[in-house]
Protein backbone atom coordinates (compact mmCIF):
# COMPACT_ATOMS: atom_id res chain seq x y z
CA UNK A 1 0.00 0.00 0.00
CA UNK A 2 1.64 3.43 -1.17
CA UNK A 3 1.64 6.18 1.18
CA UNK A 4 0.78 9.54 -0.33
CA UNK A 5 0.95 12.92 1.50
CA UNK A 6 -2.92 14.26 2.96
CA UNK A 7 -3.51 17.87 3.05
CA UNK A 8 -5.74 17.21 5.76
CA UNK A 9 -3.00 15.28 7.83
CA UNK A 10 -4.04 14.56 11.35
CA UNK A 11 -0.10 15.40 12.20
CA UNK A 12 -0.03 18.63 10.41
CA UNK A 13 -0.93 21.28 12.82
CA UNK A 14 -0.62 21.63 16.69
CA UNK A 15 -3.84 20.65 18.63
CA UNK A 16 -5.25 24.29 19.22
CA UNK A 17 -4.55 25.16 15.44
CA UNK A 18 -6.22 21.92 14.30
CA UNK A 19 -9.15 22.45 16.43
CA UNK A 20 -9.63 25.96 14.91
CA UNK A 21 -8.87 24.92 11.30
CA UNK A 22 -12.54 23.46 10.63
CA UNK A 23 -14.72 26.14 12.53
CA UNK A 24 -12.60 28.55 10.24
CA UNK A 25 -13.48 26.98 7.34
CA UNK A 26 -16.74 27.04 7.95
CA UNK A 27 -17.15 31.04 8.64
CA UNK A 28 -15.31 30.65 4.67
CA UNK A 29 -17.71 28.22 3.31
CA UNK A 30 -20.95 30.20 5.23
CA UNK A 31 -19.85 33.23 3.36
CA UNK A 32 -19.19 31.97 0.25
CA UNK A 33 -22.69 30.26 0.64
CA UNK A 34 -24.37 32.99 1.26
CA UNK A 35 -22.93 34.96 -2.30
CA UNK A 36 -24.05 31.31 -3.99
CA UNK A 37 -28.07 31.92 -2.02
CA UNK A 38 -28.00 35.63 -2.90
CA UNK A 39 -27.51 35.21 -6.56
CA UNK A 40 -30.33 32.66 -6.80
CA UNK A 41 -32.45 35.48 -5.03
CA UNK A 42 -33.15 34.24 -2.11
CA UNK A 43 -32.24 36.76 1.65
CA UNK A 44 -29.20 33.90 2.58
CA UNK A 45 -30.15 35.14 6.40
CA UNK A 46 -34.06 34.00 5.37
CA UNK A 47 -32.21 31.12 3.48
CA UNK A 48 -30.10 30.08 6.23
CA UNK A 49 -32.99 29.84 8.96
CA UNK A 50 -35.33 28.13 6.43
CA UNK A 51 -32.88 25.56 6.00
CA UNK A 52 -32.01 24.98 9.90
CA UNK A 53 -35.74 24.52 10.56
CA UNK A 54 -35.82 22.06 7.89
CA UNK A 55 -32.81 20.36 9.32
CA UNK A 56 -33.44 20.98 13.16
CA UNK A 57 -36.76 22.22 13.75
CA UNK A 58 -38.63 19.38 14.94
CA UNK A 59 -38.40 15.56 16.25
CA UNK A 60 -39.26 14.40 12.78
CA UNK A 61 -36.56 16.62 10.84
CA UNK A 62 -34.22 15.80 13.57
CA UNK A 63 -34.88 12.13 12.60
CA UNK A 64 -34.48 12.53 8.88
CA UNK A 65 -31.34 14.10 9.81
CA UNK A 66 -30.15 11.34 11.98
CA UNK A 67 -31.09 8.74 9.74
CA UNK A 68 -29.30 10.33 6.23
CA UNK A 69 -26.29 10.33 8.52
CA UNK A 70 -26.06 7.25 9.61
CA UNK A 71 -24.68 5.05 6.63
CA UNK A 72 -22.09 8.49 5.49
CA UNK A 73 -21.04 7.83 9.54
CA UNK A 74 -20.36 4.25 9.61
CA UNK A 75 -18.38 4.53 5.72
CA UNK A 76 -16.10 7.72 7.24
CA UNK A 77 -15.12 5.98 10.03
CA UNK A 78 -14.50 3.22 8.13
CA UNK A 79 -12.58 5.78 6.13
CA UNK A 80 -10.56 7.46 9.42
CA UNK A 81 -9.28 4.16 10.56
CA UNK A 82 -7.57 3.87 6.61
CA UNK A 83 -6.33 7.52 6.07
CA UNK A 84 -5.03 7.69 9.69
CA UNK A 85 -2.44 4.37 8.04
CA UNK A 86 -2.24 6.60 4.85
CA UNK A 87 -4.38 4.15 2.92
CA UNK A 88 -6.32 5.69 -0.12
CA UNK A 89 -9.56 3.62 0.12
CA UNK A 90 -11.41 5.59 -2.72
CA UNK A 91 -13.97 2.19 -2.77
CA UNK A 92 -15.97 2.60 -0.27
CA UNK A 93 -19.30 2.92 -2.76
CA UNK A 94 -18.33 -0.28 -4.45
CA UNK A 95 -17.79 -2.20 -1.14
CA UNK A 96 -21.14 -0.26 0.44
CA UNK A 97 -22.97 -2.22 -2.75
CA UNK A 98 -21.02 -5.79 -2.35
CA UNK A 99 -22.45 -5.35 1.37
CA UNK A 100 -25.90 -4.76 0.61
CA UNK A 101 -25.67 -7.29 -2.17
CA UNK A 102 -24.93 -10.22 0.11
CA UNK A 103 -26.71 -9.56 2.68
CA UNK A 104 -29.92 -9.17 0.75
CA UNK A 105 -29.20 -11.89 -1.30
CA UNK A 106 -29.50 -13.42 2.00
CA UNK A 107 -32.85 -12.24 2.93
CA UNK A 108 -34.39 -13.22 -0.74
CA UNK A 109 -32.58 -16.66 -0.44
CA UNK A 110 -33.24 -17.90 3.28
CA UNK A 111 -36.62 -15.73 3.71
CA UNK A 112 -37.85 -18.22 6.78
CA UNK A 113 -35.04 -17.68 9.10
CA UNK A 114 -35.73 -16.54 12.38
CA UNK A 115 -35.29 -12.69 13.06
CA UNK A 116 -31.96 -13.02 15.34
CA UNK A 117 -30.47 -15.21 13.01
CA UNK A 118 -31.81 -13.59 9.75
CA UNK A 119 -30.21 -10.09 11.56
CA UNK A 120 -26.95 -11.56 12.04
CA UNK A 121 -26.67 -13.53 8.94
CA UNK A 122 -27.33 -10.23 7.23
CA UNK A 123 -25.10 -8.04 9.09
CA UNK A 124 -21.80 -10.78 8.87
CA UNK A 125 -23.20 -11.02 5.08
CA UNK A 126 -22.57 -7.12 5.07
CA UNK A 127 -19.20 -7.20 6.67
CA UNK A 128 -18.15 -9.96 4.26
CA UNK A 129 -19.32 -8.28 1.01
CA UNK A 130 -17.26 -5.07 1.89
CA UNK A 131 -14.17 -6.97 3.52
CA UNK A 132 -14.13 -9.20 0.16
CA UNK A 133 -14.13 -6.35 -2.29
CA UNK A 134 -11.66 -4.23 -0.29
CA UNK A 135 -9.58 -7.16 -0.55
CA UNK A 136 -9.27 -7.39 -4.17
CA UNK A 137 -8.04 -4.14 -4.42
CA UNK A 138 -4.94 -4.58 -1.92
CA UNK A 139 -4.51 -8.01 -3.39
CA UNK A 140 -4.23 -6.25 -6.75
CA UNK A 141 -1.53 -3.44 -5.01
CA UNK A 142 0.39 -5.69 -3.51
CA UNK A 143 1.01 -8.68 -5.86
CA UNK A 144 0.65 -6.89 -8.79
CA UNK A 145 1.48 -3.33 -7.69
CA UNK A 146 -2.32 -1.53 -8.97
CA UNK A 147 -2.01 1.84 -7.57
CA UNK A 148 -4.83 1.10 -4.75
CA UNK A 149 -6.50 4.37 -5.73
CA UNK A 150 -7.11 3.56 -9.05
CA UNK A 151 -8.39 0.44 -7.98
CA UNK A 152 -10.56 1.01 -5.33
CA UNK A 153 -12.40 3.03 -7.72
CA UNK A 154 -12.52 1.35 -11.10
CA UNK A 155 -14.11 -1.45 -8.52
CA UNK A 156 -17.01 1.26 -7.31
CA UNK A 157 -18.14 0.73 -10.92
CA UNK A 158 -18.52 -2.90 -10.84
CA UNK A 159 -20.06 -3.36 -7.89
CA UNK A 160 -22.39 -0.72 -8.92
CA UNK A 161 -22.85 -2.57 -12.06
CA UNK A 162 -23.11 -6.37 -10.39
CA UNK A 163 -26.07 -4.85 -8.34
CA UNK A 164 -27.90 -3.66 -11.03
CA UNK A 165 -27.53 -7.02 -12.58
CA UNK A 166 -28.81 -8.81 -9.79
CA UNK A 167 -31.64 -6.62 -9.29
CA UNK A 168 -32.63 -6.12 -12.60
CA UNK A 169 -32.50 -10.44 -13.83
CA UNK A 170 -31.57 -13.47 -11.72
CA UNK A 171 -33.56 -11.64 -8.60
CA UNK A 172 -35.96 -9.96 -10.08
CA UNK A 173 -39.22 -9.81 -8.42
CA UNK A 174 -41.31 -11.95 -11.03
CA UNK A 175 -44.36 -10.26 -9.81
CA UNK A 176 -43.23 -6.83 -10.20
CA UNK A 177 -42.65 -4.57 -13.41
CA UNK A 178 -39.85 -2.97 -11.65
CA UNK A 179 -36.12 -3.99 -12.07
CA UNK A 180 -35.94 -5.02 -8.61
CA UNK A 181 -36.28 -7.86 -5.98
CA UNK A 182 -39.22 -9.12 -3.84
CA UNK A 183 -39.35 -6.87 -0.83
CA UNK A 184 -38.00 -8.20 2.07
CA UNK A 185 -39.71 -10.17 4.87
CA UNK A 186 -40.21 -8.77 8.11
CA UNK A 187 -37.74 -10.76 9.47
CA UNK A 188 -35.47 -9.33 7.21
CA UNK A 189 -36.08 -5.77 8.17
CA UNK A 190 -34.07 -3.78 11.29
CA UNK A 191 -36.30 -3.04 13.98
CA UNK A 192 -37.15 0.67 15.26
CA UNK A 193 -35.78 1.89 18.29
CA UNK A 194 -38.76 3.20 20.97
CA UNK A 195 -41.42 3.56 18.35
CA UNK A 196 -40.28 6.19 16.42
CA UNK A 197 -38.53 6.09 12.59
CA UNK A 198 -34.92 5.79 14.12
CA UNK A 199 -33.45 2.35 13.58
CA UNK A 200 -31.15 0.08 15.48
CA UNK A 201 -28.92 1.30 13.05
CA UNK A 202 -28.68 4.45 14.63
CA UNK A 203 -27.84 3.24 17.43
CA UNK A 204 -24.68 1.18 16.24
CA UNK A 205 -23.39 4.19 14.38
CA UNK A 206 -23.29 5.90 17.28
CA UNK A 207 -21.72 3.14 19.63
CA UNK A 208 -19.01 3.01 16.34
CA UNK A 209 -17.83 6.51 16.76
CA UNK A 210 -16.33 5.80 20.51
CA UNK A 211 -15.30 2.28 19.27
CA UNK A 212 -13.17 4.04 16.22
CA UNK A 213 -11.31 5.56 19.28
CA UNK A 214 -10.28 3.09 21.37
CA UNK A 215 -9.39 1.08 18.86
CA UNK A 216 -6.92 3.60 17.15
CA UNK A 217 -5.48 5.20 20.65
CA UNK A 218 -6.02 2.73 22.64
CA UNK A 219 -5.03 -0.27 21.50
CA UNK A 220 -1.68 -1.63 20.21
CA UNK A 221 -3.42 -2.97 16.43
CA UNK A 222 -4.27 1.49 16.37
CA UNK A 223 -0.62 2.35 17.43
CA UNK A 224 0.58 0.21 14.48
CA UNK A 225 -1.96 1.53 12.25
CA UNK A 226 -0.95 5.04 13.11
CA UNK A 227 2.87 4.29 12.98
CA UNK A 228 2.54 3.18 9.79
CA UNK A 229 0.35 6.28 8.72
CA UNK A 230 3.04 8.62 10.14
CA UNK A 231 6.17 7.42 8.32
CA UNK A 232 6.86 3.23 6.94
CA UNK A 233 10.66 3.62 7.56
CA UNK A 234 10.07 4.29 11.60
CA UNK A 235 7.60 1.59 11.63
CA UNK A 236 9.30 -1.03 10.44
CA UNK A 237 12.53 0.41 12.77
CA UNK A 238 10.52 -0.88 15.60
CA UNK A 239 9.48 -4.26 13.68
CA UNK A 240 6.02 -2.77 12.40
CA UNK A 241 5.16 -4.14 8.93
CA UNK A 242 3.41 -1.69 7.09
CA UNK A 243 2.07 -3.87 4.31
CA UNK A 244 0.09 -6.05 6.71
CA UNK A 245 -1.17 -3.07 8.70
CA UNK A 246 -2.45 -1.19 5.61
CA UNK A 247 -4.00 -4.08 4.37
CA UNK A 248 -5.80 -4.50 7.80
CA UNK A 249 -6.80 -0.75 7.63
CA UNK A 250 -8.31 -1.31 4.35
CA UNK A 251 -10.14 -4.49 4.87
CA UNK A 252 -11.29 -2.62 8.34
CA UNK A 253 -12.63 0.25 6.26
CA UNK A 254 -14.15 -1.88 3.63
CA UNK A 255 -16.25 -3.89 6.30
CA UNK A 256 -17.97 -1.04 7.81
CA UNK A 257 -19.09 0.44 4.22
CA UNK A 258 -20.61 -3.39 3.69
CA UNK A 259 -22.33 -3.32 7.21
CA UNK A 260 -23.54 0.46 5.95
CA UNK A 261 -24.98 -0.77 2.99
CA UNK A 262 -26.50 -3.97 4.83
CA UNK A 263 -28.22 -1.67 6.85
CA UNK A 264 -29.39 0.72 4.08
CA UNK A 265 -31.40 -1.92 2.36
CA UNK A 266 -32.97 -3.61 5.25
CA UNK A 267 -34.55 -0.16 6.37
CA UNK A 268 -34.72 2.22 3.57
CA UNK A 269 -35.17 0.48 0.52
CA UNK A 270 -36.32 -3.12 1.94
CA UNK A 271 -35.11 -4.80 -1.27
CA UNK A 272 -32.30 -4.75 -4.07
CA UNK A 273 -32.70 -2.17 -6.88
CA UNK A 274 -30.64 -0.91 -9.11
CA UNK A 275 -30.35 3.07 -7.26
CA UNK A 276 -29.70 1.94 -3.43
CA UNK A 277 -27.19 4.82 -2.65
CA UNK A 278 -27.12 8.33 -2.68
CA UNK A 279 -23.48 8.64 -3.10
CA UNK A 280 -22.75 7.42 0.43
CA UNK A 281 -19.13 5.84 -0.33
CA UNK A 282 -17.95 9.55 -1.89
CA UNK A 283 -19.78 11.37 0.84
CA UNK A 284 -17.79 9.21 3.49
CA UNK A 285 -14.47 10.27 2.09
CA UNK A 286 -15.38 13.83 2.35
CA UNK A 287 -16.87 13.48 5.38
CA UNK A 288 -13.51 12.01 7.57
CA UNK A 289 -11.74 14.41 5.99
CA UNK A 290 -13.24 17.28 7.06
CA UNK A 291 -13.53 15.38 10.45
CA UNK A 292 -9.81 15.79 10.65
CA UNK A 293 -9.77 11.73 11.10
CA UNK A 294 -11.04 12.15 14.27
CA UNK A 295 -14.28 9.84 15.15
CA UNK A 296 -15.81 12.72 16.97
CA UNK A 297 -14.88 15.62 14.40
CA UNK A 298 -16.38 12.53 11.77
CA UNK A 299 -19.73 12.20 13.48
CA UNK A 300 -20.07 16.18 13.71
CA UNK A 301 -19.08 16.15 9.92
CA UNK A 302 -21.06 13.66 8.97
CA UNK A 303 -24.61 15.01 11.03
CA UNK A 304 -23.42 18.28 9.27
CA UNK A 305 -23.41 17.26 5.76
CA UNK A 306 -26.65 14.85 6.18
CA UNK A 307 -28.70 18.20 7.52
CA UNK A 308 -27.16 19.86 4.40
CA UNK A 309 -28.95 17.65 2.41
CA UNK A 310 -32.84 17.31 4.46
CA UNK A 311 -32.16 21.52 4.88
CA UNK A 312 -31.64 21.51 0.98
CA UNK A 313 -35.02 20.13 0.76
CA UNK A 314 -36.69 22.50 2.65
CA UNK A 315 -35.24 25.37 0.76
CA UNK A 316 -36.51 24.17 -2.37
CA UNK A 317 -39.98 23.51 -0.70
CA UNK A 318 -40.17 27.01 0.97
CA UNK A 319 -37.78 29.34 -0.65
CA UNK A 320 -37.52 27.53 -4.44
CA UNK A 321 -33.92 27.18 -3.93
CA UNK A 322 -32.73 24.34 -6.38
CA UNK A 323 -31.76 21.05 -4.51
CA UNK A 324 -28.13 21.10 -6.33
CA UNK A 325 -27.22 24.08 -3.59
CA UNK A 326 -26.46 20.91 -0.75
CA UNK A 327 -23.48 19.61 -3.18
CA UNK A 328 -22.24 23.37 -4.14
CA UNK A 329 -22.48 23.71 0.07
CA UNK A 330 -21.11 20.37 0.62
CA UNK A 331 -17.85 21.32 -1.84
CA UNK A 332 -17.53 24.67 0.17
CA UNK A 333 -17.74 23.28 3.46
CA UNK A 334 -14.60 20.83 2.79
CA UNK A 335 -12.67 24.04 0.64
CA UNK A 336 -12.87 26.09 3.52
CA UNK A 337 -11.43 23.45 5.87
CA UNK A 338 -8.58 23.30 3.25
CA UNK A 339 -8.47 27.08 3.36
CA UNK A 340 -8.63 27.06 7.26
CA UNK A 341 -6.24 24.37 7.39
CA UNK A 342 -3.47 26.47 5.11
CA UNK A 343 -4.10 29.79 7.14
CA UNK A 344 -3.69 27.90 10.45
CA UNK A 345 -0.74 26.37 8.92
CA UNK A 346 0.50 29.78 8.04
Known amino acids: MTADPSPLAPTSLSPRLKALAPALGVLIALFLSSIVIALSGVNPLEAYQTFMAGAFGGSRQITETLLKATPILIIALGLTIAFQARVWNIGAEGQYHIGALLAGTVALVQPDLPAPIMMLAMVLAGLGGGLLWSLIAGLLQLKRGVNLIIGTLMLNYIGILLVQYVARVP ?84 SLAGLAGMIEISYTYLRLRPNISDGYGFTGILVALLGQLSPIGTLIAAVLFSALVVGAQALNVTLQVPVAVAGVLQALLVLGVLAGNAIAKR
Not at 191 to 217: K, N, Q, S
Open 171 to 254: LRDPNGFLPETARFAATAQLPRLFGTRLHIGVLLALLLVPLTYLLLWRTPLGFRLRAVGNGPTVARSVGIWPHRHRLIALLISG
